[in-house]
């Protein structure tokens, strides 16, 4: 649409008006269709998205469960002498 859509205004015999409000549709059907693409790039190549849901937060809660101890270990090391 590009050039030729915003000239094809500008040559007619329409309102500056109707010419903006067109214009403003137009971009609201870009971004959602947009939004539509973003949305299916994510789930691309994913059959059941409640089990990457349910993956991701039993990572997190696992990266959560390392964190806390290591903090209550102090440093996290513990070295070993013989």
């Known amino acids: 649409m590009g050039w ?3 000239k094809l205004f500008c ?3 329409t309102s500056e008006e109707s ?3 067109d214009i403003a ?3 609201e059907q870009q971004a959602a269709a947009a939004e539509k693409r973003l949305k299916e790039q994510e789930s691309r190549g994913v ?4 089990r990457i849901k349910r ?3 039993e990572q997190q809660k696992r990266n959560e ?5 290591l903090t209550n270990s102090g440093t996290g090391l ?3 002498v013989s």
């Open 4 to 6: 030729n859509f915003y």
């Open 65 to 69: 469960e390392v964190a806390r101890q």
């Open 25 to 27: 549709v137009v971009r």
């Open 78 to 80: 513990k070295w070993q």
């Open 55 to 57: 993956i991701q937060r």
């Open 11 to 13: 040559c007619c015999n």
């Open 19 to 21: 010419t903006r409000l």
């Open 47 to 50: 059959k059941n998205p409640e």
